[in-house]
C-alpha cells in the first residue's frame, strides 16, 4: 500500500482536520498515514478519535508552519524544520510515496522544483483542479479537470501539449475515463483564435494521435462537460478557478440574503436543498478540494487551507490512488 | 511505591473480542454462535502466541503461573472453546462461563444482561484461592465492561475503595441487589493485596484512547496484542523468545508487515504506555533478532545507549503505575449508559 506524507499543519499550525481526515482513512483503508507537524500537538488530537494505529506514523517538524502569506523562501533555507518541507523531503527520498498538503502553495511548487525529479520525457509540471460541470451521463465524473491552474504563468504550446498528455494520463487513472476528451482553453472554437501560442498549440494537440481532442473551447463552454481535461496557461488557469469560487460564493451568498426575507423563499430553499444535494457536482467539488500536481515522478495533492476533515481524507485517498495506478498509464 | 516482589503469576482473559473475534452484535452473529464448532472461531491475532508466550516465560523464570478464562457466554459452548483453546495450544487453569440457564430458572431475567455483578463477583471468588505473592494481569476488550470490572476488582482487593464506596458505586451501576451483596461478602473476605498490576483493554471497538483515562493509568488500552506483547515484556513478564513469537505469528499467520509492526510500537510509546527506555530495549532486542527491521531504532546510537544504561541504573518503578480509577468521573457517563 502507497505511503502518504501529510502535512498536518497546514498554513494555521491548526492539526484538527488532517488529523481528524486522517484517522477516518486509517479506518477505511489499508493507506500507510505519515502525519507531519507538532509531534505532541498530533498526537493529543489522534487520541480522541477512532484511528487504526498500525497505519498512521508521526513524524515530528516542530517548527511554525509558514502561513499563507509567507514568502516560500523560509522552506527552502537549509535545515528548515516545518511539516512541508519535512513532507516534501520524506517524498525526495523516497521515505513516502506521496504527500498531501493545504500548506503554502507557492513553498510547495518551490519545494517540489527543487527535490523531486521530473517524470522521463516531461519538461514542465503543472498544477490541475477540478471544477464541477453539467453531465449527460449518470456514469460520467461530475467534474472536470483543468491544467495549468498555476504554476507556469505564461506557456509555449509544447508546454500546453505537454499539459494535455497529463491531464489525460490523470484522468484515465482518476476517474477512469478510456478516452478523455480534451480541449483548449481559448477566446473561439476556430483554429486560428487567439495568439501564436494557441495557434500552435491547437495544430500541435490536433496532431497528438495518442490524444482525443476536441478543440477549442470557449467559456462558456467549460462548464459543459465538453471536455474532460481543459488545457491553459497558468494565468488563465488560475483566473478561472478563482472566478468560479467566486460565482459559487456569490450563489451561496444570494441563497442565504434572500432566505430570511419572505418565509416562501425559504420554504423554497428547504425543498431545493434536496434537489441540490443530489446533483451531487458543487458538493462533491467542496468534499474533493485537492489539486494534484503532475509531471514529478511523485503527485503530491495540494489541498486549500481551509479543507475540512474529509476533503483532507479525499486527498489522501486520491493521493495513494495516484500514487498507485498513475504509473501504468503511459504519458 | 515499591511492589513486593511475587513468585506467583495469574493471568486472567475475558473471552470474546478479547480472545475470539466473536461477532456479537449483529444478530445473524448472534444466532451462528451456537452453532460455531472450534474450526469456526477465530482468535485475535497474535493473542494464542501471547497466552502461550506468556505462560512459557513465567515457567522459564520458575515462577507459578495460572492462565485462567471468565466468560459471560453460556457453558452450552464451551465445548467448542475448549477445543479452540486446544487446537491453538493453549494450556488454561480453568474457563468460567455465565449459567443463563439457572438465571432463567430463577426468574432472574434482568441478570442475563448483567455483567458488572456476575464477573465482579466471579473474580473475587477466584481471587480467594490466591495465595499471597501472586501478581496478576488482566486482559479484556472495550466492547462491554471489562476495563470497570477490573479496575473495580484491582481497587477492591488491593483496599484503594472500602465496601461503602464498592456499594455506593454498584449501586449507581444498577447492578443486582443479591450480587451486590454477594460481592461485599466475599470483600470483607478478601486478604487486601495490591496484585494488579495492569489491565490491557483490547480495543477491538476502537474506542479513542483518552476515553479509558479516567480508569488511570494502570489500565492500557491496546489496539493489538504486539503492543500488549511490547508493555508486558518491559514489565519483565514476558521474555524475548515469547514477544518474537507474538512478532512471528503476527507476520506470518496475519500477514503483518514491519511497517504495520513499527506504527504499532511507537503508538504504544507515544501513548507513554511503553517507555522510551522500554522502547528503545525492545527495538534493539527485535531487530538483533531479525524480526523487525532496523526502521524500528529511529534514535541515534548515543541516544540509545543512554536509554539503555539508564534503564540499567535507575531502580525505575514507573512502569508499575498506582493510582485507582477516577470513579466520581466515571459513574455518571456509565450510569448513563
Known amino acids: 500500500m502507497p505511503i502518504v506524507a501529510v502535512d498536518a499543519m497546514g498554513c494555521a499550525g491548526d492539526v484538527r482536520a488532517a488529523v481528524e481526515g486522517a484517522a477516518a482513512v486509517s479506518l477505511q483503508t489499508d493507506i500507510q498515514i505519515v502525519l507531519i507537524g507538532s509531534a505532541p500537538r498530533i498526537q493529543f488530537v489522534l487520541e480522541d478519535l477512532q484511528y487504526e494505529p498500525e497505519q498512521i506514523d508521526i513524524v515530528d517538524a516542530p517548527e511554525d508552519p509558514l502561513g499563507v502569506s509567507d514568502a516560500p523562501d523560509r522552506a527552502l533555507r537549509r535545515g528548515a524544520n516545518c511539516s512541508l518541507t519535512v513532507a516534501t523531503k520524506l517524498v525526495a527520498e523516497g521515505a513516502a510515496d506521496t504527500m498531501v498538503t493545504a500548506g503554502n502553495a507557492p513553498a510547495l511548487w518551490r519545494l517540489c522544483l527543487e527535490r523531486m525529479h521530473l517524470r522521463a520525457g516531461v519538461h514542465r509540471a503543472a498544477v490541475a483542479a477540478v471544477y464541477p460541470r453539467q453531465v449527460d451521463e449518470r456514469t460520467k465524473d461530475p467534474l472536470g479537470l483543468i491544467?495549468?491552474?498555476?504554476?507556469t504563468v505564461r506557456c509555449d504550446a509544447a508546454d500546453l501539449l505537454q499539459f494535455a498528455y497529463l491531464g489525460d494520463a490523470y484522468v484515465r487513472c482518476v476517474s477512469k475515463v478510456a478516452e478523455p476528451r480534451v480541449g483548449l482553453l481559448n477566446m473561439a472554437s476556430r483554429a486560428s483564435a487567439g495568439d501564436d501560442v494557441l495557434v500552435e498549440a491547437h495544430r500541435s494537440l490536433k496532431r497528438a494521435s495518442r490524444l482525443n481532442f476536441v478543440g477549442n473551447l470557449?467559456?462558456?463552454?467549460?462548464?459543459?462537460?465538453?471536455?474532460?481535461?481543459?488545457?491553459?496557461?497558468?494565468?488563465?488557469?488560475?483566473?478561472?478557478?478563482?472566478?468560479?469560487?467566486?460565482?459559487?460564493?456569490?450563489?451561496?451568498?444570494?441563497?442565504?440574503?434572500?432566505a430570511p426575507r419572505n418565509w416562501r423563499w425559504r420554504a423554497g430553499m428547504a425543498m431545493l436543498g434536496g434537489g441540490v444535494d443530489r446533483r451531487t457536482p458543487m458538493v462533491e467539488y467542496i468534499a474533493y478540494a485537492g489539486a494534484p500536481i503532475l509531471g514529478f515522478t511523485s503527485v503530491p495533492i495540494y489541498c486549500d487551507?481551509?479543507?475540512?476533515?474529509?476533503?483532507?481524507?479525499?486527498?489522501?485517498?486520491?493521493?495513494?490512488?495516484?500514487?498507485?495506478?498513475?504509473?501504468?498509464?503511459?504519458? | 511505591m515499591k511492589r513486593v516482589p511475587h513468585h506467583r503469576l495469574t493471568f486472567r482473559w475475558d473471552l470474546d473480542k478479547t480472545y475470539l473475534n466473536t461477532d456479537f452484535h449483529s444478530l445473524r452473529?448472534?444466532?451462528?454462535?451456537?452453532?460455531?464448532?472450534?474450526?469456526?472461531?477465530?482468535?485475535?491475532?497474535?493473542?494464542?502466541?501471547?497466552?502461550?508466550?506468556?505462560?512459557?516465560?513465567?515457567?522459564?523464570?520458575?515462577?507459578?503461573?495460572?492462565?485462567?478464562?471468565?466468560?459471560?457466554?453460556p457453558p452450552q459452548i464451551g465445548r467448542a472453546i475448549l477445543e479452540k483453546l486446544s487446537m491453538d495450544g493453549i494450556e488454561h487453569d480453568g474457563i468460567t462461563f455465565k449459567d443463563q440457564w439457572s438465571r432463567i430458572r430463577?426468574?432472574?431475567?434482568?441478570?442475563?444482561?448483567?455483567?458488572?455483578?456476575?464477573?465482579?463477583?466471579?473474580?473475587?471468588?477466584?481471587?480467594?484461592?490466591?495465595?499471597?505473592?501472586?501478581?496478576?494481569?488482566?486482559?479484556?476488550?472495550?466492547?462491554?465492561?471489562?476495563?470497570?470490572?477490573?479496575?473495580?476488582?484491582?481497587d477492591v482487593i488491593s483496599g484503594a475503595i472500602d465496601r461503602e464506596e464498592l456499594a455506593r458505586i454498584l449501586l449507581a451501576l444498577h447492578v443486582d441487589p443479591e450480587l451486590a451483596v454477594r460481592v461485599d461478602a466475599l470483600t470483607?473476605?478478601?486478604?487486601?493485596?495490591?496484585?494488579?498490576?495492569?489491565?490491557?483493554?483490547?480495543?477491538?471497538?476502537?474506542?479513542?484512547?483518552?476515553?479509558?483515562d479516567p480508569y488511570g493509568a494502570r489500565l492500557v488500552p491496546t489496539f493489538n496484542y504486539l503492543q500488549t506483547a511490547a508493555c508486558l515484556f518491559e514489565e519483565g513478564v514476558l521474555d524475548l523468545p515469547a514477544i518474537t513469537g507474538?512478532?512471528?505469528?503476527?507476520?506470518?499467520?496475519?500477514?503483518?508487515?514491519?511497517?504495520?509492526?513499527?506504527?504499532?510500537?511507537?503508538?504504544?510509546?507515544?501513548?507513554?504506555?511503553?517507555?522510551?527506555?522500554?522502547?528503545a530495549v525492545l527495538a534493539k532486542n527485535l531487530c538483533g533478532e531479525a524480526?523487525?527491521?532496523?526502521?524500528?531504532?529511529?534514535?541515534?546510537?548515543?541516544?540509545?545507549?543512554?536509554?539503555?544504561?539508564?534503564?540499567?541504573?535507575?531502580?525505575?518503578?514507573?512502569?508499575?503505575?498506582?493510582?485507582?480509577?477516577?470513579?466520581?468521573?466515571?459513574?455518571?457517563?456509565?450510569?448513563?449508559?
Open chain 1, 147 to 151: 491544467l495549468d491552474v498555476g504554476a
Open chain 1, 218 to 258: 470557449e467559456g462558456h463552454e467549460l462548464a459543459s462537460g465538453r471536455a474532460d481535461v481543459v488545457v491553459c496557461e497558468g494565468l488563465l488557469g488560475n483566473v478561472v478557478l478563482k472566478m468560479l469560487h467566486g460565482l459559487a460564493l456569490i450563489a451561496v451568498d444570494l441563497a442565504s440574503a434572500a
Open chain 1, 305 to 331: 487551507p481551509s479543507a475540512p476533515p474529509r476533503a483532507l481524507g479525499n486527498a489522501i485517498k486520491l493521493a495513494a490512488k495516484v500514487s498507485r495506478d498513475f504509473d501504468l498509464v503511459p504519458l
Open chain 2, 29 to 73: 452473529g448472534l444466532v451462528r454462535i451456537p452453532f460455531e464448532s472450534a474450526a469456526d472461531k477465530v482468535a485475535a491475532p497474535g493473542v494464542a502466541a501471547l497466552i502461550r508466550g506468556l505462560r512459557a516465560s513465567a515457567q522459564r523464570k520458575g515462577l507459578a503461573v495460572r492462565v485462567l478464562f471468565v466468560s459471560g457466554s
Open chain 2, 106 to 154: 430463577r426468574g432472574k431475567f434482568r441478570d442475563l444482561r448483567e455483567q458488572i455483578g456476575y464477573k465482579l463477583t466471579e473474580l473475587l471468588l477466584d481471587r480467594r484461592r490466591e495465595p499471597p505473592g501472586t501478581a496478576e494481569y488482566l486482559f479484556g476488550d472495550d466492547w462491554e465492561s471489562d476495563p470497570l470490572i477490573y479496575s473495580l476488582y484491582a
Open chain 2, 188 to 212: 470483607e473476605q478478601l486478604n487486601r493485596d495490591d496484585a494488579v498490576r495492569r489491565i490491557f483493554i483490547n480495543l477491538a471497538k476502537r474506542t479513542p484512547p483518552r476515553r479509558l
Open chain 2, 246 to 279: 507474538v512478532v512471528a505469528a503476527l507476520r506470518g499467520d496475519y500477514g503483518y508487515d514491519s511497517r504495520r509492526l513499527v506504527n504499532s510500537l511507537r503508538d504504544i510509546e507515544r501513548r507513554k504506555h511503553l517507555s522510551e527506555a522500554g522502547a
Open chain 2, 291 to 337: 524480526v523487525l527491521p532496523e526502521i524500528m531504532q529511529g534514535r541515534s546510537r548515543w541516544r540509545d545507549l543512554w536509554l539503555r544504561l539508564r534503564r540499567r541504573l535507575l531502580v525505575d518503578d514507573s512502569v508499575f503505575l498506582r493510582g485507582r480509577a477516577d470513579y466520581q468521573r466515571l459513574l455518571p457517563i456509565l450510569a448513563g449508559k
